[in-house]
């Protein structure tokens, strides 16, 4: 399993629980992005930089992430077409995308945009929290020791 992370707008924070899970757990984590950013010295972390562009990044992970990968992201059409490719997704905010659900997320995202498109405020996510993050970082290492055991 390698990690991918679409980093332009993954959280500081939720960087720093995978630059820590990397280590500890001797995995790849690969961050995309557009621009060039600081990443901690390490044989397990690595940073993709992308042309700038319209989902140049996510076209970047979608075309290396292989199945069984974990993907984290909080672009849903993004979770959508790794998790069609047998990879696993997972948002910022510790809740795992999968076959089952991204379906009826996705409308979900979609009907939002429309009602944004017609003109109704509906406000943008909260700041990711303690909960949030502890919420992340349990679901990681889930998936880190379910890797781990096959």
């Known amino acids: 399993m390698k990690i991918w992370v679409d980093a332009d707008a993954c959280?500081?924070?939720i960087k720093d629980i995978l630059f820590r899970a990397a280590e500890r757990a001797e995995i790849a984590v690969t961050l995309v992005a557009n621009h060039a950013m600081r990443i901690p010295p390490s044989r397990f972390i690595q940073l993709v930089t992308v042309s700038?562009?319209?989902?140049?990044?996510?076209?970047?992970?979608?075309r290396r992430a292989a199945p069984g990968d974990l993907v984290i992201t909080a672009d849903i059409p993004l979770a959508s077409e790794v998790i069609d490719k047998g990879a696993l997704a997972l948002n910022p905010r510790g809740e795992l995308y999968t076959e089952h659900n991204i379906k009826s997320i996705l409308n979900m995202r979609d009907f939002m945009d429309t009602m944004r498109a017609s003109g109704v405020q509906t406000g943008g996510p909260a700041a990711i929290g303690q909960s949030e993050k502890q919420a992340f970082g349990n679901q990681l290492d889930r998936l880190i020791t379910k890797y781990h055991k096959r």
Not at 52 to 62: M, R, T
Request: aromatic letters at 8%.
């Open 11 to 13: 959280p500081g924070v």
């Open 52 to 62: 700038s562009g319209f989902d140049v990044a996510d076209n970047e992970i979608v």
